[in-house]
């Protein structure tokens, strides 16, 4: 595989400096309540694409009483225009690893996991060699705690973190009632610190540089920076580490091929930002939050094309746990395609656009509820292609 990094910027340059076990060495020095402390004054989030605070994520985890707790890496990556984890794990696995230990230190767990995409077996390899060697420096140090790796199965609900849990305990990958949340019982049904993979890099990162340098990058809603997947109609595809709170529109300047009619920002599940919209749009926690999947879509692409693939997506990935994700998704589907065929009205986007919001209040997880975010988005800014 090629390094499809095209631009080392901002956290990775610093980061390639030092050696990731030193950081972990340095850190260990110090105390879990001034780690905390560190992680909520650089205002870093989960870079998900929720954003939930990561200093008060591990401090909850922390504040849990019980020998036994967790720390899990989400590597499982299924959103389609995702693959930068994919690279960090293949080319700088050993941050990812002081990450999931500087936690361990701090919440008092003794084992860590990454649990990898099916699609991603091909890094199992590597890994394992790779976290061998971390394991064994753990224990020169005597630092009681190791790094594990399990391998999903494919299927995309199971990046939903209760999924997860799920399909690491060997049953199937469906989401769970909350509360509880993973805080309080995760997995196993104890206390678990479940991030993923950007958000651990950067908790590293941190306790090298310091919670000043991460938080002088981006703003005072979004800190620090993000790692994109950039794809579509760029002539420039790849993965490129950029400062939060960019306007959309310098994006389009910097990526797009001139011809940028709308912008996918954080996956199938995220919103669709036509290009009206370029000028009022931010990249960040304050405007539009993103897990870091970016598609640039011009003139000649299908708008109707576009959302048809991505509810086929979603009806074929729906668990099926519950009524209003598993027959939401092909009611959206069925619905679209009998508006083309001249079946039903325009007006019948109406009623799909109702039946979004009750999936966002009803369904039991992150797929169902966000089905309306590029549903809506799209019907609002391209009907005629929707229609005609």
Known sequence: MENNLKKVDIIFEVDEKVSPISVLDKTLKRSPDEIILDLIDSGLKGRGGAGFPTGLKWKFARNEDGDTKYVICNADEGEPGTFKDREILDKVPEKIFVGIA??????????????????????????????????????QRNFDFNVYLKSGSGAYVCGEESALFESMEGKRGE????????????????PTVIN???????????????????????????????????????????????????PLHEFVNEFGDGDAKAIQVGG????CVPRKKFNDTIIGFEGIPTGGSMMIFNSTRSMYNVLHDYLEFFTEESCGQCTPCRVGCQQ???????VKRGERPPAYLEDLKKLTGTMKIAAKCGLGQSVGNPFNSIIDNFREEIIY
């Open 268 to 271: 199938a599940s995220g919103h």
């Open 196 to 246: 993923n993979v950007e958000t651990l890099v950067y908790t590293t990162m941190i306790c090298h540089i310091g919670p000043e340098k991460f938080k002088a990058l981006g703003t005072t809603d979004s800190r620090g920076s993000k790692v994109f997947s950039v794809s579509g109609d760029t002539p420039i595809p790849g993965i490129y580490e950029l400062e939060l709170g960019m």
């Open 102 to 139: 500087i936690c361990g230190y701090v919440v008092g767990a003794k084992e860590g996991y990454i649990y990898l995409r099916g699609e991603y077996n091909f890094l199992l390899k590597t890994l394992q060699k790779k976290l061998d060697i971390f394991n064994n420096e753990l224990k």
């Open 175 to 190: 989401p769970r009632n909350k509360p509880p949340y993973p805080t309080v019982a995760g997995y196993n049904s104890k």
């Open 332 to 338: 959206l589907l069925k619905g679209i395609e009998a």
